[in-house]
């Protein structure tokens, strides 16, 4: 299973982005499917994620700002990122697994896309 991530790169503070994710080579659907993050010296942490059945959970830091979106009949993947911060610099990984559990992480990463948010 391969995840392939794009649409990262620099935006103004409050500006917009929107990522997308794609995953080939898996013979089976991707029941759950979102995003990650790392920032320099930090820990990877949760973003958002969706599962087939709409359900979503997200990280509190961008609540109102990202939005997660699906075609899971074509295992896509999207994060609209509105009202973006000098905080949310980060490269953001592409994550999906066969279950439907967003409570930890899935099993498959994408190679991950750098958002930097700078003036």
């Known amino acids: 299973v391969q995840l392939q991530a794009s649409g990262g790169g620099l935006v103004q503070p409050g500006g917009s982005l929107r990522l997308s994710c794609a995953a080939s080579?898996?013979?089976?659907?991707?029941?759950?499917m979102g995003w990650y993050r790392q920032a320099p010296g930090k820990q990877r942490e949760l973003v958002s994620v969706?599962?087939?059945?709409?359900?979503?959970k997200s990280a509190d830091a961008v609540k109102g700002r990202f939005s997660i979106s699906k075609e899971f009949d074509k295992s896509m993947v999207y994060l609209q990122m509105n009202s973006l911060r000098p905080e949310d610099t980060a490269v953001y990984y592409c994550n999906a697994d066969h279950s439907y559990n967003l409570e930890v992480p899935g099993q498959f990463w994408g190679q991950g896309t750098l958002v930097t948010v700078s003036s």
């Open positions: 969706i599962s087939g059945g709409g359900r979503v």
């Open positions: 080579g898996n013979r089976f659907a991707m029941n759950a």
